[in-house]
């Protein structure tokens, strides 16, 4: 048997490419957060809870400016047929430098005014000194695309693990030092630094430089220009429960609610990863669409995700309270059932989670983007109205509500590729509430004393 398994993830087949990519993304971003938690459990101790309140609107704020800008090089060389070109790669990486550039100079621009709008002077020092990472992650190689395109992620694996490790280094010890929040600006800064060198030093390939070609930067922007509106929406969904509620919460509520996000969404989190790097290229190459067997053997490998991601949510969801409880001091306990609700009401977001990436690689960017931006909408719009009727716990509630009602619209988006499979919607929809109701009953103390908040 050991054998037969063994076999799955050898030679050069579309499956045995899936397992090993997946095998490498998924052990690699389990790695990733265990040495995030691990160095959350440190500074929590160095540090206040106001501290990660104030790195989480900076967190928020700077992948924002990154998201509302994103142009899609990344995906487009994953997809495009001349993914391989250099001229395409290095008007590919021209973009993207000139990005970073003005990204970083916007969040110079905005420091002031974001610092008025949250009432917190120190703002408007952190944004630009954080911001510089946005400028050094311009520079990153595509080197660094192309290697995920074939699906060959085990090398950037394992220099993700490397900066973020030397990052945390950092952090701890000037967190020892300094006893300031300015401990975490700087680590931020130092890992890209860090990234870019050993992309540079230890991808194989050949160097960017500055080029444009017109038929390349045609299509990066023809493909770009949906990817650039849908990650607007993108941005919305996934981090617009941090702008709202980092101006509803006090400080070191808003601190405690952004630990328990990690822990809850740790599993969701994970998985997009994991469809990012692995499914786009196997829609590329084996399109639903195209016949009744690639459809049978995406079916196989979606079944397999979701299993293991929708496994990892339950279990965060009902351990939710222990968990917070075991790692972390009482000033943090009311993370326990937010870390329950939380998880809990991402798991409608898991069932759909495999279906996101096959218009992107069909090249169907602008269905893409009218998904985001119903789901975007959906959210917020169930966000706001939850935290306007019962506080924080029914904002909870509202974000899983949202993810049942654009439901159809995801089915629509995963139809017109042919790539809908309604046996796992509805296996893993009978399962979900079952998950819920356990998470639910198992915490039921910790749940109502945050629903009468």
Same mark, same amino acid.
């Given at each position: 048997?050991?054998? #037969?398994?063994?076999?799955?993830?050898?030679?050069?087949?579309?499956? #045995?490419?899936?397992?090993?990519?997946?095998?490498?993304?998924? +052990?690699?971003?389990?790695?990733? =957060?265990?040495?995030?938690?691990?160095? @959350?459990?440190?500074?929590?101790?160095?540090?206040?809870?106001?501290?990660?309140?104030?790195?989480?609107?900076?967190?928020?704020? &700077?992948?924002?400016?990154?998201?509302?800008?994103?142009?899609?090089?990344?995906?487009?060389?994953?997809?495009?047929?001349?993914?391989?070109?250099?001229?395409?790669? $290095?008007?590919?990486?021209?973009?993207?430098?000139?990005?970073?550039?003005?990204?970083?100079?916007?969040?110079?621009? &905005?420091?002031?005014?974001?610092?008025?709008?949250?009432?917190?002077?120190?703002?408007?020092?952190? *944004?630009?000194?954080?911001? &510089?990472?946005?400028?050094? +992650?311009?520079? @990153?190689?595509?080197?660094?695309?192309? #290697? @995920?395109?074939?699906?060959?992620?085990?090398?950037?694996?394992?220099? $993700?693990?490397?900066? =973020?490790? #030397?990052?945390?280094?950092?952090?701890?010890?000037?967190?020892?030092?300094?006893?300031?929040?300015?401990?975490?600006?700087?680590?931020?800064?130092?890992?890209?630094?860090? *990234?870019?060198?050993?992309?540079?030093?230890?991808?194989?390939?050949?160097?960017?430089?500055?080029?444009?070609?017109?038929? %390349?930067?045609?299509?990066?922007?023809?493909?770009?220009?949906?990817?650039?509106?849908?990650?607007?929406?993108?941005?919305?969904?996934?981090?617009?429960?941090?702008?709202?509620?980092?101006?509803?919460?006090?400080?070191? =509520?808003?601190? &405690?609610?952004?630990?328990?996000?990690?822990?809850?969404?740790?599993?969701?989190?994970?998985?997009?990863?994991?469809?990012?790097?692995?499914?786009?290229?196997?829609?590329?190459?084996?399109?639903?669409?195209?016949?009744?067997?690639?459809?049978?053997?995406?079916?196989?490998?979606?079944?397999?995700?979701?299993?293991?991601?929708?496994?990892?949510?339950?279990?965060?969801?009902?351990?939710?309270?222990?968990?917070?409880?075991?790692?972390?001091?009482?000033?943090?306990?009311?993370?326990?059932?937010?870390?329950?609700?939380?998880?809990?009401?991402?798991?409608?977001?898991?069932?759909?989670?495999?279906?996101?990436?096959?218009?992107?690689?069909?090249?169907?960017?602008? +269905?893409?983007?009218?998904?985001?931006?119903?789901?975007?909408?959906?959210? *917020?719009?169930?966000?706001?109205?939850?935290?306007?009727?019962?506080?924080?716990?029914?904002?909870?509630?509202?974000?899983?509500?949202?993810?049942?009602? %654009?439901?159809?619209?995801?089915?629509?988006?995963?139809?017109?590729?042919?790539?809908?499979?309604?046996?796992?919607?509805?296996?893993? %929809?009978?399962?979900? *509430?079952?998950?819920?109701?356990?998470?639910?009953?198992? @915490?039921?103390?910790?749940?109502?004393?945050?629903?009468?908040?």
């Amino acid at each position: 048997m050991i054998k #037969a398994v063994a076999s799955q993830f050898q030679g050069t087949s579309l499956t #045995a490419r899936f397992m090993r990519s997946s095998a490498f993304t998924l +052990s690699g971003y389990a790695a990733g =957060q265990v040495l995030r938690l691990a160095s @959350n459990l440190i500074l929590t101790r160095l540090l206040f809870p106001e501290a990660f309140g104030l790195m989480a609107l900076v967190a928020v704020i &700077i992948q924002g400016l990154s998201m509302f800008s994103d142009v899609g090089v990344s995906p487009a060389i994953m997809q495009s047929k001349r993914g391989d070109d250099q001229r395409f790669l $290095d008007t590919a990486w021209t973009i993207q430098v000139i990005r970073g550039a003005l990204l970083w100079l916007f969040a110079c621009l &905005i420091a002031i005014p974001v610092a008025r709008f949250y009432e917190e002077p120190l703002l408007a020092w952190i *944004l630009p000194c954080a911001g &510089i990472s946005l400028l050094v +992650s311009g520079f @990153n190689p595509t080197r660094m695309d192309t #290697a @995920n395109r074939h699906l060959l992620v085990g090398r950037l694996t394992a220099l $993700d693990l490397i900066a =973020q490790s #030397a990052g945390i280094v950092i952090a701890v010890g000037l967190a020892w030092y300094l006893q300031s929040v300015w401990a975490l600006v700087i680590s931020g800064v130092a890992a890209s630094v860090i *990234l870019l060198w050993l992309y540079h030093r230890f991808l194989p390939g050949q160097s960017n430089r500055f080029h444009w070609e017109a038929a %390349a930067g045609a299509e990066l922007i023809s493909f770009g220009k949906w990817i650039f509106l849908s990650t607007i929406f993108g941005f919305l969904t996934a981090q617009g429960d941090k702008l709202l509620l980092g101006k509803y919460l006090p400080l070191d =509520q808003f601190g &405690i609610y952004n630990i328990a996000f990690f822990l809850a969404s740790f599993p969701l989190l994970m998985g997009g990863v994991l469809i990012r790097k692995v499914l786009i290229p196997l829609y590329r190459e084996a399109p639903p669409a195209e016949s009744v067997a690639n459809f049978r053997k995406l079916q196989k490998l979606r079944f397999l995700l979701t299993a293991v991601i929708f496994g990892l949510a339950s279990a965060v969801s009902m351990a939710g309270v222990v968990l917070i409880d075991v790692m972390y001091d009482p000033r943090y306990a009311m993370a326990g059932a937010v870390v329950v609700v939380i998880a809990a009401m991402q798991i409608p977001q898991i069932i759909v989670l495999t279906y996101d990436q096959a218009s992107l690689a069909a090249g169907d960017s602008r +269905s893409y983007f009218i998904l985001s931006a119903v789901r975007a909408t959906l959210t *917020l719009g169930f966000l706001f109205a939850g935290l306007l009727y019962g506080g924080l716990f029914w904002a909870l509630i509202g974000q899983g509500l949202a993810g049942v009602v %654009a439901y159809p619209f995801v089915v629509h988006v995963a139809r017109k590729v042919k790539a809908w499979d309604i046996i796992h919607d509805v296996a893993y %929809a009978f399962l979900g *509430l079952i998950a819920v109701s356990v998470a639910f009953w198992m @915490n039921a103390d910790a749940v109502s004393a945050l629903a009468a908040m």
